[in-house]
């Protein structure tokens, strides 16, 4: 194990030379388990599994692919050997080529945060995990209020929701709103969304969705109109 640690720490030297300049992009934000949460959703899940137990989709396709379970994993274990490995991954020699080295990728901020969210999950894995499935649970919302918005509001507000659908051809004065521009309240979307404009005195042709969407449909669709202002 000393030995491990030792080359490991030699090599991880050597290569400092040559890579230093790059790792861990510059980036002042204070490193936290929520940044790290997300990094590790992003970067880490598709091969660590989405709740670090080596459940990922690329272990369970590529035969004898080496055990990327962090609960039993030990390779890493201080939160600077785990930082190491985040960083130089499969140029230690310790560590096999699929783990790829990620201190290129990632800001120093993530590489950081990440290493935190590790030790955490090692931890506390109770409170880690639902942290990490906070996330899935906001990215499917996010999905949801795209599938509504591009089945049923791209034909006239048009993809990027500029205002430039289809029907914009059609329809003028007003032209189907440019939501890119939209500073208005959420409570006011979601009631012109459900109602229509005509009840809020605005064109008649913003269609009333009220009966058509469930409710977490309209709050996800809110949401995202949200997202695309610029
Ligand atoms: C392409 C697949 C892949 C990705 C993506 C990946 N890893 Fe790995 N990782 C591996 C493999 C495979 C191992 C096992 C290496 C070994 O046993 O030598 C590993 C090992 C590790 C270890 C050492 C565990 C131990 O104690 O033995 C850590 C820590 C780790 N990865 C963290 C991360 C983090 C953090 C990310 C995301 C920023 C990440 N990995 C992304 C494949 C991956
Ligand atoms: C048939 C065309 C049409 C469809 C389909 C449509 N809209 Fe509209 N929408 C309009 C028009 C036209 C306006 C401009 C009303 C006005 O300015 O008086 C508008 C205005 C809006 C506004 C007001 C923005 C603001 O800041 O004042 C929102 C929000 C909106 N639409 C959301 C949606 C959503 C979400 C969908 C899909 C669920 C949708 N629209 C589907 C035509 C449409």
Redesign the pocket.
Known sequence: MRNLLLSSALIAYSLLGMAHASIGLKDDTTPSLDIGAEVFNQRCSLCHGSQGMGEGKIPLKIPDYPDTNLFTAQKASTKEEIYNTVVYGSMLENINQYMPPMGNELTWTELESVSLFIGFLRNEPKQAIAKLSDLDQQSSFITLGKD??EA??V???GKNGLGDGR?AKI?KS????N?TK?R?PAAY?KR??EEG?QPLG??P???P?GEQLSADELNA?VEY?ISLRD
């Open positions: 509504v918005f049923r509001c034909l006239c507000h029907m329809i007003p032209p189907p709103f939501l939209s208005a979307l012109i969304i404009g605005r064109s042709q913003m269609p969705w669709v109109i």
